[in-house]
């Protein structure tokens, strides 16, 4: 496996969004296979990059205002287990936006061989600490509409 440095640049392709990886020692157990809560890490980093992407700052919204999006649900199916050193996917899809909420889905898969290793439908909501749901700012659902276009 040779992966140059641009394939493992995160990027906005079409509707969906693409957190290239490579799996490391510390996310195997001793036969060289993910753990399970693994693929959480993968698919929260892929989220983090995804907003980055998209040029949305949680951390200023949560200092200026104690405002950020938590994620309130997550569904996981996993069909087959990575291993150590493969080169995988997380790609990110929003499904819906709410007022409050965003629906999301998100395939992490062998990039090499395509094959889907986990599929998450992921729900998160935007909160103002200590004092629960708020409406999603209307420059970030905008974000979020143009891309699912």
């Given at each position: 496996m040779t992966i140059n440095e641009a394939e493992l640049k995160s990027r906005i392709q079409g509707d969906h969004h693409l957190y290239p990886l490579i799996v490391q020692y510390e996310d195997t157990d001793a036969g060289g296979v993910v753990y399970h809560s693994?693929?959480?890490?993968?698919?929260?980093?892929?989220?983090?990059?995804?907003?980055?992407?998209?040029?949305?700052?949680?951390?200023?919204h949560l200092v200026k205002e104690r405002k950020t999006i938590l994620i309130s649900r997550i569904e996981v199916d996993y069909l087959n287990p990575a291993h150590l050193n493969q080169?995988?996917?997380?790609?990110?899809?929003?499904?819906?936006?709410?007022?409050?909420?965003?629906?999301?889905?998100?395939?992490?898969?062998?990039?090499?061989?395509?094959?889907?290793?986990?599929?998450?439908?992921?729900?998160?909501?935007?909160?103002?600490?200590?004092?629960?749901?708020?409406?999603?700012?209307?420059?970030?659902?905008?974000?979020?509409?143009?891309?699912?276009?």
């Open positions: 693994n693929y959480l890490n993968y698919a929260e980093r892929g989220r983090s990059a995804f907003l980055r992407c998209l040029e949305i700052d949680l951390n200023e080169f995988i996917m997380v790609e990110t899809r929003i499904c819906d936006v709410g007022k409050v909420k965003l629906n999301l889905e998100q395939i992490i898969r062998n990039q090499e061989a395509g094959h889907i290793f986990a599929r998450l439908q992921v729900q998160a909501v935007w909160v103002e600490l200590d004092k629960g749901a708020r409406r999603l700012p209307e420059f970030m659902v905008q974000k979020f509409k143009d891309i699912m276009v």
